[in-house]
T-cell receptor, first 113, second 112 residues
Framework: NAGVTQTPKFRILKIGQSMTLQCTQD?????MYWYRQDPGMGLKLIYY???????DKGEVPNGYNVSRSTTEDFPLRLELAAPSQTSVYFC????????????FGPGTRLLVL | DAKTTQPNSMESNEEEPVHLPCNHS???????IHWYRQLPSQGPEYVIH???SNVNNRMASLAIAEDRKSSTLILHRATLRDAAVYYC?????????????FGQGTRLTINP
């Protein structure tokens, strides 16, 4: 099992460009999350999904969009990239809610210039 | 959101025990205490969690104060691979989904 896969590993964007960060899981987990981590800081929740077709905003959703058409995939879309979106992005999954463990992907490093 | 307070950094020697403290004075009765760690250039990984009683697993032990306002993660024999940032997190559940609120964590350095 691959677990949680994120692509790309690293990307440089120009201001105003758009891109989609991919997250795929093969654990059949219902819950999926997107976080961003700025240098030297903890993670902040961007969006989450409790199942296919259901998404909701986290702490810092502005400038991002998500969709969840399948259980396996939870892409994060950046429209009109800004330097403030330079960060490392982590996707995480969770079998069900409550106190279950979250499993994190390896992250995507994004640089907006 | 319930917040946690941890020391910014700690240092220990290889093969010695490490006690990582966490204060969470605003914890509510239903909040679980979770610990995650993040190795360099990796995503966080789960370490341990508890509610009221002390907990042990293959990675670590979690000691929770009787009033639940503080807890301590214990690594019994630290190795160089334990060097990481350790996050103490109180789980807040929103519509069944977890909302992990990460602080800055404790950066643990292990000396050979």
């Amino acid at each position: 099992n691959a677990g949680v896969t994120q692509t790309p590993k690293f990307r440089i964007l120009k201001i105003g460009q758009s891109m989609t960060l991919q997250c795929t899981q093969d654990m059949n987990h219902n819950y999926m999350y997107w976080y961003r981590q700025d240098p030297g800081m903890g993670l902040k929740l961007i969006y989450y999904s409790v199942g296919a077709g259901i998404t909701d905003k986290g702490e810092v959703p502005n400038g991002y969009n998500v969709s969840r058409s399948t259980t396996e995939d939870f892409p994060l879309r950046l429209e009109l990239a800004a330097p403030s979106q330079t960060s490392v992005y982590f996707c995480a999954t969770q079998r069900s809610g409550g106190k279950e463990t979250q499993y994190f992907g390896p992250g995507t490093r994004l640089l907006v210039l | 959101d319930a917040k946690t307070t941890q020391p910014n950094s700690m240092e220990s020697n290889e093969e010695e025990p490490v006690h990582l403290p966490c204060n969470h004075s605003t914890i509510s009765g239903t909040d679980y205490i979770h610990w995650y760690r993040q190795l360099p250039s990796q995503g966080p990984e789960y370490v341990i969690h508890g509610l009221t009683s002390n907990v042990n697993n293959r990675m670590a032990s979690l000691a929770i104060a009787e009033d639940r306002k503080s807890s301590t993660l214990i690594l019994h024999r630290a190795t160089l691979r334990d060097a990481a940032v350790y996050y103490c997190i109180l789980i807040s559940i929103i519509q069944g989904a977890q909302k992990l609120v990460f602080g800055q964590g404790t950066r643990l350095t292990i000396n050979p």
